[in-house]
């Protein structure tokens, strides 16, 4: 058999054998939505998907859903899930309160320990259920009994009661802004546990939409519909179809948005960004987030021991040189807690002195005529915001006659060896799970024996006193724990020089200039809220 | 044929049982604790003890390698940590799409590739031989992202001849749905006769296979040329030119069969190189390949989505090489003996 024949025979052969394996099953893609017959054949059709007048597309640049279960998820889902599921109350960062949702008032009494939530009347789970008070207390146990993602807001909850059909009433361990923590983004879902679906076939809550298709690992994985019974009604300017188009590469997300294929793209980098600025039928949103860098120092051991030193490293941080070099996706933070939350200080920008930051270090025994001190630093790899802080800090320390060993890490073996307080200077994101500032106290600065997020090691009576009264005060009197939280910040960040906190992270969006209505809600990461926005006519 | 065979497949299990091995040991060697890694940044101690159970962390090294050498020959290739998924689930979603890239690729690379290497044989030294020499050694050397950013801007972004990105028109989901037989969506619309599905999928595919096919086109055709080249040189040449067959004739009738056994042996190769190479194609065109799943994995650092990756590119270079090997030996019975 002459070679060309032999080949053809082979290629035959794989030809037969793939049409073999290909005769043993098949199934639709998009399967558990709702596909229709085959007629795809018009211009229309084969036009590529515009985003059109019904349906919003959005471009994020990771998978869209890892946990379709409201219980538990913790993840990239919350943009998804904060459209189908509703809280009780949703926080409201420019009035810095939670507001009606699925409750439409509220009460708490015995000191912030009891909370009366009214709930919504006429208000249908997409499985058809009515939510009532009995629905929304057996979502909130089994949420706390499955103990997965962020269940542990719920915490202080000693019982839940179904008064009657409208009245739900919490009774809690310990006084905590229940309101607030109903408000959060993660775990605190009201929906049928009857009808979940961990394979994301149907959904069990209230919202606005409920699934049409999703298609794991495609590039419209996820396509969203108008629940057609929701409590809220529609009005037609409203998008009643939402796609999820991931786009992992910047460039690729910028190109299909000027094209008007995408409507909403969640991040750019600060070039495109300006470029998307300057250009036709596109706009751009820039607003501060909740999640800002700390950057620890370890006050238990080591040379940062000494409060001075410490001091000194404050002094030396270029705030404006690093919020300018950061362009736009940082600016310059004020005291810890970020704007839109009670606690928020705004006058207490950090200042650089290199002039006071040598007098406070030769009083330590170091500076420029001093032996030298040599600092360990570990901050997140990959993380470009954090290496330009390392870098503008190492180069502000080199005059101080300081050596930084900055060391960046995956985020496990930073923990680990920040758990082990092997390093002099650990920086770190922090961000609420609920829209609380207190997460940054309890979390980061009460003292604790075997150290978990405090990096800094900070054992302080008086701190963790002040600390503890934060919630019976959030529950009970918000004047007083806005105080509160103002003087733990002056304690924390000046007396005890702990931490410094060079910038809050910004959202830098961009959008289809046909969009109204939109804005970004800092306690919910990365959501768009879809049935808020309108298409322009 | 079949001890040769044999032996060959010996070579390629042992290939693969050191790469799992290297895998493990990498995986292990990352500096941090992987239930961090799996529990989440704000684990509770609970939760990171619980994660160390469930993937038997705390095992010592050669059990744990012994349980993940298990577990892969059963099918358990771990959970990823940033889909939540099987790995091996999701690589089942993920590798079609890459091997209908590739696939389309390679086409391209080897019908261009090997008449262009023809050509540059057939007038060695004169225009066309260098006009080819040039273009090759362009397509080989020009970064993928750059050309697939630059092909994208210009033939999608100015032009608007291409869609920017995707596999196809996703509103076809609703109006042509696909019944799924091999996951490779060009062959499944080929095989059910969804055109809607299959025209918008080749119009797609156009940028991303053209950016793959770069490197491929460009040593398949020096490759093509080299061993020409040489064959025309050899002593059935000079018979076959006495015999006054045309040098056109000598090198597409005489030359080019033993020329392509290395050729084919290439083909094997930068088909698995291009599987690879195409990850950033595929990020770039947002087609939903290995390329994205293994880009998404090194970012959010996901060690079992990683190893899963690495060994099913192992197995396809194995597997490539195997089966040129079997080609081979096929076409040319003198290489069963070597």
């Known amino acids: ?537 | 044929m079949l001890r040769y065979l044999a032996r060959r497949l010996g070579q390629a299990l042992l290939v693969v049982a050191g790469v799992v091995v290297l895998t493990f040991t990498v995986m292990r060697l990352v500096p941090g604790d992987p239930a961090v890694a799996f529990a989440g940044p704000k684990a509770t101690p609970e939760e990171l003890d619980a994660a160390r159970e469930r993937f038997g962390l705390d095992d010592p090294l050669p059990v744990q390698l012994v349980a993940y050498v298990r577990d892969l020959v059963t099918g358990d290739w771990g959970v990823s940590l940033h889909t939540r998924q099987p790995v091996r689930d999701d690589l089942y979603l993920a590798f079609p799409a890459s091997l209908e890239l590739v696939g389309a690729a390679l086409l391209i690379a080897v019908v261009v590739g090997i008449p262009i290497g023809v050509l540059a044989a057939r007038y060695k030294t004169k225009f066309p031989d260098f006009g080819v020499r040039f273009g090759s050694m362009l397509a080989v050397s020009v970064p993928v992202f750059w050309l697939a950013l630059a092909l994208q801007l210009l033939l999608a972004g100015r032009l608007d001849w291409f869609p920017v990105a995707g596999e196809y028109d996703s509103s076809l989901d609703t109006t042509s749905p696909l019944t799924l037989w091999t996951n490779i969506t060009v062959v499944d619309a080929l095989i059910t006769g969804n055109w809607p599905i299959l025209t918008s999928t080749l119009h797609h595919l156009v940028l991303p296979a053209l950016v793959v096919a770069a490197y491929p086109t460009g040593v398949i055709a020096q490759m093509t040329r080299a061993t020409l080249i040489e064959e025309s040189g050899q002593d059935h040449a000079r018979l076959e030119r006495a015999l006054g067959f045309g040098e056109t004739s000598i090198l597409t009738k005489f030359a080019l069969r033993p020329a392509l056994s290395p050729v084919l042996a290439l083909i094997a190769l930068v088909f698995a190189y291009s599987i690879v190479n195409g990850f950033l194609v595929e990020a770039i065109f947002n087609w939903p390949g290995l390329g994205s799943y293994a880009a998404e994995a090194i970012r959010s650092r996901d060690t079992p989505a990683i190893a899963g990756v690495t060994l099913l590119v192992a197995l396809v270079y194995v597997l490539a090489n195997l089966v040129v090997d079997v080609l081979q030996g096929f076409l040319d019975p003198r290489a069963r003996t070597r």
Not at chain 1, 310 to 339: C, F, H, N, T, W
Not at chain 1, 356 to 366: F, K, S, T, V
């Open chain 1, 1 to 537: 058999m002459r070679w060309h024949k032999r080949l053809l025979v082979a290629g035959l052969t794989g030809v037969l054998a793939m049409t073999a394996a290909a005769c043993a099953g098949g199934q639709v893609r998009g399967a558990g939505g709702t596909p229709q017959p085959a007629d795809g054949t018009g211009p229309a059709a084969r036009q590529t998907a515009k985003a059109n007048d019904s349906t919003f597309v959005y471009a994020p640049n990771l998978d869209v859903v890892t946990d379709w279960d409201p219980a538990t998820s913790y993840s990239n889902e919350i943009v998804a899930l904060s459209n189908i599921y509703e809280g009780l109350t949703r926080y409201n960062f420019q009035t810095r309160e939670a507001e009606p949702r699925l409750a439409t008032e509220w009460t708490s009494a015995d000191g912030g320990k009891e909370w009366t939530f009214k709930l919504r009347q006429g208000v249908k789970f997409h499985s058809g259920a009515t939510m009532d008070a009995a629905a929304a207390k057996k979502a909130i146990e089994r949420t706390i009994r499955k103990k997965g993602g962020a269940a542990y807001i719920w915490d202080p909850v000693d019982r839940i009661e179904a008064v009657d059909a409208t009245t739900l009433k919490f009774t809690l361990k310990r006084a905590a802004p229940l309101d607030l923590v109903a408000s959060s983004g993660y775990a605190a879902y009201i929906y049928d546990v009857d009808a979940v679906d961990a394979d994301g076939k149907t959904t069990a809550g209230t919202g606005p939409y409920t699934i049409d298709s999703w298609q794991k690992g495609k590039e419209t994985e996820l396509t969203l519909k108008a629940f057609e019974d929701y409590w809220g009604g529609w009005t037609p300017e409203q998008y009643r179809k939402v796609s999820f188009r991931v786009t992992p590469e910047i460039t690729t997300a910028w190109q299909l948005l000027q094209k008007g294929e995408v409507n909403f793209v969640q991040r750019l980098n600060p070039q495109l960004f300006e470029q998307a600025g300057m250009t036709d039928n596109v706009r751009t949103a820039r607003s501060p987030s909740f999640q800002n860098l700390l950057v620890l120092f370890n006050t238990a051991a080591g040379p940062t021991k000494d409060v001075r030193i410490r001091q000194a490293l404050q002094l030396a941080i270029d705030y404006d040189g690093l919020a300018a070099a950061l362009k736009g996706s940082g600016s310059k933070a004020s005291g810890m807690v970020p704007e839109g939350l009670l606690g928020h200080v705004s006058d207490m920008e950090p200042k650089p002195d290199l002039g006071r930051a040598q007098e406070l270090l030769a009083e330590a025994g170091y500076g420029p005529d001093n032996p030298e001190l040599r600092l360990s630093l570990t901050y997140a790899q990959g993380d470009e915001d954090q290496k330009m802080l390392v870098t503008l800090l190492s180069s502000a320390l080199k005059k101080l006659n300081i050596t930084l060993q900055a060391k960046p890490m995956t985020w496990s073996a930073q923990w680990d060896q920040g758990k082990q307080q092997g390093q002099d200077i650990f920086v770190m994101y922090w961000y609420p799970d609920y829209p609380d500032a207190y997460s940054w106290f309890l979390n980061v600065f009460k003292s604790e024996d075997e150290p978990r997020f405090n990096l800094s090691y900070l054992k302080d009576r008086e701190i963790d006193a002040a600390i503890e009264k934060l919630p019976e005060l959030m529950a009970t009197d918000a004047l007083k724990a806005d105080d509160a939280f103002k003087d733990l910040q002056k304690k924390i960040i000046e007396e005890q020089a702990a931490v410094a906190v060079p910038y809050v992270q910004t959202y830098q969006r961009a959008l289809t200039a046909d969009v109204k209505g939109y804005v970004d809600n800092p306690a919910y990461p990365n959501v768009v809220f879809f049935y808020d926005l309108q298409r322009a006519r």
